[in-house]
Nanobody, 136 residues
Framework: QVQLVESGGGSVQAGGSLRLSCPTS??????????IGWFRQAPGQEREAVAS????????YYADSVKGRFTISQDDAKSTVFLQLNNLKPEDTAIYYC???????????????????????????WGQGTQVTVSS
């Protein structure tokens, strides 16, 4: 079964930065991977989507909680999706997961998932997560 493998997590102080990576070569078809999302889950809290990117045109979407601090991007080969985390806060502490929709999906899951309108079920391939810990 195809899985995504996240990397780049770690422990930083508040105000610090991290860059998470998610190779997507296992879920692409002719360079297209549908919508790739970054999600996070803190202990005792529900999972939330923080950012998404549509691989076909690189349109990006963000949750309000991270807008202006996190940046999602993909490399020119569309084989890796990144999440740059800047100005980190203790409340950003969580396990971060990347996930992908089927490669042929339209852009709508990218929009709905970060708006909190559901849509997690459209993401069919998940990674095992990478821990991000931010100390004050």
């Amino acid at each position: 079964q195809v899985q995504l493998v996240e990397s780049g997590g770690g422990s930083v102080q508040a105000g610090g930065s991290l860059r998470l990576s998610c190779p997507t070569s296992g879920v692409t078809y002719r360079g297209r991977a549908g919508c790739i999302g970054w999600f996070r889950q803190a202990p005792g809290q529900e999972r939330e989507a923080v950012a998404s990117i549509y691989s076909l045109n690189s349109n990006t979407y963000y949750a309000d909680s991270v807008k202006g601090r996190f940046t999602i991007s993909q490399d020119d080969a569309k084989s890796t999706v990144f999440l740059q985390l800047n100005n980190l806060k203790p409340e950003d502490t969580a396990i971060y997961y990347c996930a992908a929709t089927a490669w042929y999906r339209d852009i709508s899951p990218c929009r709905t998932v970060v708006a909190g309108d559901g849509g997690d079920g459209d993401f069919i391939t998940w990674g095992q997560g990478t821990q991000v810990t931010v100390s004050s």
